[in-house]
């Protein structure tokens, strides 16, 4: 991992962890916020693993800049390897017959 980032899994799986509370905490509130859409916009950096046997390639690893960084990562890389990258999520909830449902921001639906 490099330094002042964190895995963009693991931004992932925070944000639905968090969406899925917002659910929960929304209760059987009378007013009720569907999520259509959900747009990151995210500075990463972008690093390569070594192939192996020196073949070109490698594996591609995001890392997302944690917030208030200087934008240098782990003093290594300067600003022209940091890169924006926007994502436009849209979320669904698995139904009982394998299809997706739309998303509230409340519970008991």
């Excluded at 200087?70 to 394998?98: H, I, M, N, W």
């Amino acid at each position: 991992m490099l330094e002042g980032t964190i895995d963009l899994v693991e931004v992932i799986r925070q944000l639905r962890g968090q969406l899925q509370a917002a659910m929960k905490a929304g209760g059987k509130e009378e007013l009720r916020f569907q999520v259509e859409d959900l747009e990151l916009e995210l500075q990463v950096a972008i690093t390569r693993s070594a192939s192996a046997e020196g073949e070109a390639g490698g594996k591609l690893k995001f890392w997302v800049l944690e917030f208030g960084g200087s934008g240098k990562v782990g003093g290594s890389l300067g600003s022209e390897r940091v890169q924006t990258l926007k994502l436009r999520l849209k979320p669904t909830r698995r139904g009982e017959d394998d299809e997706d449902d739309a998303i509230f921001l409340a519970s008991g639906l």
